[in-house]
């Protein structure tokens, strides 16, 4: 028999660094974290990065093959570099890939968080039998990655995948990226929220405001889900419309792709079975009839752990 | 020196087959063309293809390689079938490729008419220098193809590309497809003339007006081109705003995909400059700052013989 192969995948997010070692099939043989202390600059995270890594080696006695390393923003594979973080305020440039292998003599492999996630969906989840598939991240921001032909597909300069910017209203919300009616402009975190802030003075029935105290400031979309599962009218209608706005962008993705297979994954995603059944039915209803009956939504099954086995499935699959 | 190849290269439209014998190196040597005689059903253009194809050969003394196809509708390269062309009513689901192989001997390739047109304009016109790019056809639909990394993306089930149905508003125009808001509802031939004769009767003062003797069932995008030529400010409009429906549809391309260059083709694309820099600048004004400064619009470089050319192109491409 093969010995066990191991890869160290890394989750660099705005609040913690999380680390683990993988196995080949994805299960997670060891799990740490650290802050990522954004706050003392880029200099600082790398600090903590390699501090992460060297433990996470030295307290086990595995065979780990490479270092797979996952971050938000735009990130070249290529040239191994991360450029601004939306999560790291401040961090330009770096390239994170020339600065951990000058300490680790491994191979490192990095990539962008839901392009990893992507990957990982791919080998060990919810997209191990579809040949294409995108999969949406519903979280602060609207990620995505594109699975083409067993692929990730990064593009010319590796930022494909953006799905959170696909506009679904030429003269819709302003987004944080400066263009009008993008999805995460609808869905994202704080728009959810604020768009919800809005509405509620007209819903004083709602079970939200009990939740909240009445105190806006403590509005979440776990709080929206909460009152959801306790049948909140407005909440599922929150949630159903969530689910519309993410449907209708991704309807495009399907048309121009002809991608029919959507995995949902993200702190939103939360919302659970309702906001599939509203991203698939608007997918049923907009996309061409040629996709239309081939439509298939899924929860992505890398919850928590989707930042480790993502990054270190970087390191499967690309070996 | 080799001796040169060549390949017949077929374009089955609404009105017309068109068929041309076209060199390696995109020249074409000898073209003709034979109604389509849609209203006959699919035998008869089937039996009109085949009576193109054989007079083509027998009037030409040349090593001919293959046959390319291009058809409209939803076409599968790899079974070659052409299911529903929306420009041949009542035609199902045809075999083209079985049927012309058992009278000819010859490779046979097809493949949508923008797929084609894109490969064309790889091989020979404005797409020769890229790695990747979308082409978009403006006619009576709105067509489109994609090259990622020098091959044409058809999706797994051979629909990829349909850019005319990404949708600028998830609660905009109604689509022929029954969706809301695609691209082809707002600048696709018959909806542009419909936008416009609603308009006309607020703009007494156009030369439009003049140029249809008031009847605006003369209406068509020559005349809304002509009246721009002559300087009318509603036309000019109607053009500009044209080229913000296209830009808004493609800045979500090029958001997902990476996308930086875009090649305008078909009719519509007669309205020229002032089309293409509002592409432009939409563009500009709604992608992602890491794609604002690479965009780039161009027009297709293959006019009335990309039919022609890019069928043939099929050819070359697959050999």
């Not at 659970?272 to 929860?299: A, E, F, M, W």
């Not at 099954?301 to 499967?316: D, P, T, Y």
């Amino acid at each position: 028999m093969d010995k066990e192969k191991y890869a160290l995948g890394v989750d660099i997010g705005g609040t913690n660094i999380k680390l683990g070692i993988v196995s080949e099939t994805g299960d997670i043989i060891f799990s740490t974290m650290l802050p990522t202390n954004r706050e003392d600059g880029p200099d600082e995270v790398m600090f903590q990065l390699k501090k992460g890594i060297k433990e996470t080696i030295s307290q086990n006695e595995l065979d780990i093959i490479g270092i797979g390393i996952g971050a938000a923003g735009s990130v070249s594979s290529e040239k191994g570099t991360v450029s601004n973080p939306p999560n790291i305020p401040g961090w330009g440039v770096v390239n994170v890939v020339d600065i951990i292998k000058k300490e680790f003599n491994l191979p490192i492999c990095i990539d962008n968080d839901a392009n990893a996630a992507a990957i990982g969906e791919m080998l060990y989840g919810a997209g191990k039998e579809f040949n294409s598939f995108a999969l949406v991240t519903l979280g602060t921001g609207v990620g995505g990655g594109l699975i083409l032909n067993r692929k990730i597909y990064q593009g010319d300069f590796g930022a494909a995948g953006e799905i959170g910017h696909i506009s679904i209203d030429y003269n819709g919300r302003l987004c944080n990226c400066g263009s009008k009616g993008c999805v995460e402009a609808y869905v994202g975190n704080h728009y959810l929220v604020d768009i919800v802030k809005e509405e509620l003075p007209e819903h004083q029935d709602s079970i939200i405001l009990k939740l909240i105290n009445n105190n806006t400031d403590l509005l979440t979309p776990k709080i929206i889900c909460e009152a959801a599962v306790d049948g909140d009218e407005y909440a599922l209608f929150v949630i159903e419309r969530t689910g519309f706005y993410v449907g209708s962008a991704l309807s495009s993705v399907g048309n121009l792709l002809d991608i029919d297979t959507f995995i949902i994954g993200g702190g939103v995603s939360a919302f659970g079975q309702p906001l599939l059944n509203s991203i698939r039915k608007t997918l049923k209803d907009k996309v061409l009839k040629t996709l239309k009956h081939r439509i298939k939504v899924y929860p992505a099954q890398l919850k928590n752990e989707a930042g480790i086995v993502g990054s270190s499935s970087l390191i499967f699959y690309n070996s």
